[in-house]
């Protein structure tokens, strides 16, 4: 897929090629270079206001859609030439707070860009052409504190799942039409969506250490604090995620696991 190491960047260097708008040196290969993908990636699963997604119709290099502070997010296209941007959403409702990419048709490849910015509001675009597919009413919300997509009913369209003023919220991503609303609160900085205890009911977890049902959004799980950080992996291959849990910056990894409503221990 990518030719290892045919040119050869600094981190430093490829970071500075996209703030200077990406003027690189015309190259004969377009293809992103191994040490180019790296970068790009290492970059932007690390960031929240980066997402990076594969372009939808087999071109060459890798893209990346950008929430910067001034309000807008853009996506750039990187290749073996250098960074190049080749969209920019109109002026948003204040600033973006994180940007991810998502499937929300449910057939498996992501088609869509999502932020949530610092007034509340949620804004989807079709990597496909780059439309607006949906915003969230100006004022429905006051704070969308973390929002993620899964699938969180029967339709195969994901849903968006998102922490609106302390309540959890489900959008469907099929007609972005309002389908739940918790009536308990959370103060959760980062949500996520599993089937973290095996019993084929997907689960929310929440970096509070509240883990949710996903039918009723009635606490199931509340034993363990969890660090700033969570994610769900499994990594142990018994096909049921854990709660991997850190601090940003520093301090241990945590993992846990719901099922067994105890901490895994690697030694
Ligand atoms: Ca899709
Ligand atoms: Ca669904
Ligand atoms: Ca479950
Ligand atoms: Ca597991």
Not at 123 to 139: A, F, H, I, Q, R
Not at 202 to 229: H, M, P, R, Y
Request: charged share 25%; glycine share 10%.
């Amino acid at each position: 897929m990518f030719s290892r190491i045919i040119y050869r960047f600094s981190a430093a260097g490829l970071l500075g090629l996209f703030l200077l708008g990406g003027v690189g040196a015309a190259r004969a290969q377009d293809e992103l270079s191994y040490a180019q993908y790296r970068t790009l990636s290492w970059a932007a699963d690390r960031i929240n206001h980066m997402a990076k997604f594969e372009p939808i119709h087999g071109e060459t290099g890798m893209l990346f859609a950008i929430g910067e502070r001034f309000g807008t997010v853009q996506v750039v296209k990187m290749d073996s030439r250098g960074a190049q941007r080749i969209w920019k959403s109109n002026q948003l409702s204040g600033v973006p707070d994180e940007v991810i990419t998502a499937d929300m048709d449910g057939d498996g490849l992501e088609d869509s860009i999502l932020c949530r910015t610092s007034s509340g509001k949620v804004y989807v675009w079709s990597m496909d052409g780059y439309d607006l597919l949906w915003e969230s009413l100006t004022g429905e919300y006051t704070k969308i504190s973390c929002f993620t997509t899964a699938n969180m009913d029967e339709d195969v369209p994901n849903e968006i799942v998102m922490v609106a003023d302390d309540r959890i919220v489900y959008i469907d991503g099929a007609n972005y039409s309002k389908q739940f609303t918790s009536i308990d609160e959370y103060q959760a900085t980062q949500v996520r969506c599993g089937d973290v205890d095996g019993d084929d009911r997907i689960e929310i977890v929440l970096n509070t250490g509240q883990v949710l049902d996903s039918v009723s959004a009635i606490v199931e799980w509340e034993d363990q604090t969890f660090f700033g950080k969570i994610e769900l992996l499994d990594i142990d291959g018994d096909g049921i995620p854990e709660v991997l849990t850190e601090n940003p910056g520093d301090g241990p990894l945590k993992v846990f696991d719901v099922d067994f409503k105890a901490e895994v221990r690697f030694q």
